[in-house]
């Protein structure tokens, strides 16, 4: 129990200390964390436990999801209560957690290409691509100044925003179901992406 304690603060100690880059710019920030996401994916003697929390810090640091929640609800933000725009903020957070920290620990030494970053005034936006053996992956993050570091409030993967796609989805179900129908939609959905592979196979 104290080699995993210990095992989670260094691995968190790291990370962050990445993740808060000393160089201002956007393309530095945002490769401080991607740096800190293979650094951790690389240590494969970290259980499964250790691994995914350190995972959450080091995403949870450059993404803002209390941005990108109220951007996928649009108009719907302001019609929900203070009550529902928070679980709602808890819910899609866990769902973009649930959703991609299992992709992203399919990694198996992909390279990161940094294109180039465009800033003006408090937004940016770097490009990437993650170059596999097979196929180039374009990239695009979308990030806000906040507190003296950039967060990302989208990302475009193929040219597909990860934002315009839930927008679209989200705000069909409010339409025809409602706010509450949604929430619970998203509950659902959630811990389906957390049962065991095995669970989730028809017999």
């Not at 993650?130 to 475009?156: A, C, E, F, M, N």
Request: net charge positive.
């Amino acid at each position: 129990m104290l080699k995993k304690t210990l095992s989670i603060v260094l691995v968190l100690f790291f990370c962050c200390r990445i993740a808060e880059a000393a160089d201002p710019s956007p393309l530095t920030q945002m490769k401080g964390t991607v740096d800190a996401v293979i650094g951790i994916l690389k240590q494969k003697d970290l259980d499964r436990d250790v691994r995914r929390a350190a995972l959450r810090k080091v995403i949870r640091k450059r993404f803002d999801f209390h941005s990108m929640s109220q951007r996928t609800l649009a108009m719907n933000w302001r019609k929900a209560t203070p009550g529902q725009q928070e679980q709602f903020v808890k819910l899609f957070t866990e769902l973009l957690e649930a959703t991609y920290i299992g992709r992203i620990e399919t990694y198996h030494n992909e390279r990161v290409v940094y294109d180039k970053e465009r800033i003006r005034k408090k937004k940016a936006i770097v490009e990437t691509h993650i170059i596999t053996p097979s196929v180039k992956i374009p990239i695009t993050y979308r990030l806000h100044l906040r507190g003296g570091q950039w967060r990302v409030y989208d990302v475009v993967v193929e040219e597909v925003s990860l934002i315009r796609n839930f927008r679209s989805s989200y705000r069909d179900i409010v339409k025809q179901e409602g706010f509450p129908a949604l929430l619970l939609k998203m509950e659902a959905k959630i811990e389906e992406l957390k049962k065991p592979k095995e669970t989730k196979r028809s017999s």
